[in-house]
């Protein structure tokens, strides 16, 4: 423990000089209906999990807001949406993708200052913090192809039946976008911006935890889009969200969390029929480990999926299965590789282990562990589960059983819990009693049982993961999930769907209807009814 208390900075002075945060991080900003205004009011501290010792240290505020703001950024979201009438869900493809592919740009120049604060928020390291910024880039651009192949698909007239009509996808309304503090811009902006680019309007709350990293792109927000189109609340979810949905106003929920979270927003809604959910929610994914898996392979993916970003995701593999033949072979090989991740803070090169920013978490991990050791597990690699103010050296816990929390729970966090199997209907038992269903992992050789494996557990879980860690990319693929792990599918093209409906302009083949149709495409006289193709 002396040694991780040595790990923190001894003091501001200690922080290597490119990484600090020039002064107290202070945003007073807000954006609502196209203007940047300034905050009077009450503020939220923001704590670091970077301090002197591991204790959290303050690095900035932000404004602490409460109904009267909440409903004044819907007010303005509402205004510009104005029943689809506004400018914004009015615009052409091609003017949105302007807009956006301009965002985009602005994003770019302000890549360190994003980065740097990731990295002080939410204790996430410089290498992946890096990532998280260029993933994000990188969706924007992807976003904006998928939709253009989307509209050239729209872009022609179908005649069936007698009928002559066009199909296009419309917005949907006001969306309310709330992402999750471990990946607090790239999973917010899976939502947001497939909402806005598709015509719909945004009331945006950061997550509690990287709240100070968006700061940045307001002024970006403002100059990039119509005024009302993106507007910003900040705030306790108890004093902000609920105003929002109890109003009945927001046509569509982006939410990534825990299920109990969107449960408890849901049914704040008046109509909630009326309302579309694009929800990305927990999960417990467990890897099978047969008996014919190459090991070195296995172990390798295994601590990458369970511990990168110290296990703090949902695609995280969060419980093991492993045939008793190899399970101690495979748990000491585990238990090497475990404790070779290096710890340190964010910027320290080939950093693995980070601290954690969620008060308490050492807390409640080290409950999680106490209990799985009253039990019968024990925690098998040295020194794990140590603590050392926010930080938490990874625990290997074996073997695992069902009377234990940490076999049902999902610890979002550095424990790597690991179950013997004698009979495969162990596990596969274990996946179809899951409250979750959003992936695996299985890793074997042989094709015959890993076909019939794979037969079987597609219809529990969204996506099957062979011989390899469970994750979400690539962005091109379906992220979805069973059962209380996901509402709605956010890949590229699939949120675009979820954040647009199908509409269509049909009429009778008549002459003279074909003469109209004719003359407004000749004319361009709507943006709707176009044949333009867009390169």
């Known amino acids: 423990m002396d040694d991780m208390n040595k790990l923190f900075p001894a003091g501001p002075e200690a922080v290597p000089a490119a990484y600090r945060l020039p002064d107290l991080v202070e945003q007073r900003e807000y954006l609502v209906a196209g203007k940047l205004r300034n905050w009077n009011g009450p503020f939220q501290e923001v704590l670091s999990p970077i301090g002197v010792q591991g204790q959290p240290t303050v690095i900035g505020r932000y404004p602490l807001q409460g109904e009267e703001e909440a409903l004044a950024a819907l007010d303005a979201a509402a205004r510009a949406y104005d029943h689809g009438r506004g400018s914004w869900p009015t615009c052409g493809v091609e003017e949105r993708i302007r807009c956006m592919a301009g965002f985009a ?88 911006i497939p909402a806005l680019i598709m015509g719909n309007t945004v009331v945006f709350k950061p997550p509690k935890l990287g709240v100070l990293l968006h700061r940045p792109l307001l002024e970006l927000f403002q100059s990039c889009f119509p005024a009302g189109v993106v507007n910003t609340v900040y705030g306790s979810g108890r004093q902000v969200v609920g105003p929002l949905m109890a109003s009945g106003r927001v046509d569509v929920l982006a939410f990534i969390g825990s299920s109990k979270a969107a ?18 929610l927990e999960a417990k994914n467990p890897a099978i480990v047969l008996p014919d898996a190459d090991l070195e392979a296995t172990v390798r993916e295994c601590v990458q999926g369970a511990l990168s970003f110290n296990g703090q995701r949902c695609t995280a593999l969060k419980m093991l299965f492993v045939h008793r033949s190899i399970a101690d072979l495979f748990v000491g090989r585990l238990c090497t590789a475990v404790n070779s991740l290096k710890p340190g803070m964010p910027w320290d090169e080939g950093v693995q282990i980070t601290p954690l920013p969620e008060p308490d978490k050492c807390g409640w991990l080290t409950e999680l562990i106490e209990d799985a050791k009253a039990h019968g597990a024990r925690v098998m690699n040295a020194g794990g589960g140590e603590v050392a103010g926010t930080l938490l050296r990874p625990a290997v816990l074996y073997p695992v059983n069902d009377a234990m929390q940490l076999y049902r729970v999902e610890q979002f966090g550095p424990l790597v819990p690991v179950a013997v199997f004698d009979d495969l209907e162990e596990p596969l038992d274990y996946v179809v009693a899951s409250d979750y269903g959003q992936q695996l992992s299985i890793f074997g050789r042989d094709p015959r049982q890993l076909a019939g494996l794979i037969d079987r557990l597609t219809n529990q879980v969204c996506r099957v993961n062979l011989n390899s860690q469970c994750q979400r990319g690539p962005d091109s693929f379906p992220f979805t999930g069973r059962k209380d792990s996901a509402e709605g599918t956010l890949s590229v093209s699939d949120a675009l769907r979820v954040f647009s409906i199908r509409t269509l302009v049909a009429a009778k083949g008549t002459e003279a209807n074909r003469e109209i149709l004719s003359r407004i495409v000749r004319g361009r006289e709507s943006t709707f009814l176009s044949t333009d193709f867009i390169l």
């Open 263 to 280: 449960d408890a927003i849901k049914k704040q809604h008046p109509k909630p029929h009326r309302l579309r959910c694009a929800l990305g």
């Open 105 to 192: 740009a602005g994003m770019k120049e302000r890549r360190e200052e994003i980065v740097r604060l990731i990295m002080w928020e939410i204790g996430k390291s410089l290498e992946d913090a890096g990532k998280e910024f260029d993933r994000t880039v990188d969706y924007i651009v992807a976003t904006i192809d998928a939709l253009k192949n989307l509209d050239r698909l729209s872009s022609r007239f179908v005649i069936e039946e007698g009928v002559v009509g066009q199909i296009r996808r419309a917005p949907l309304g006001v969306v309310l976008c709330m992402g999750p503090f471990n990946y607090p811009l790239n999973e917010t902006f899976t939502t947001l």
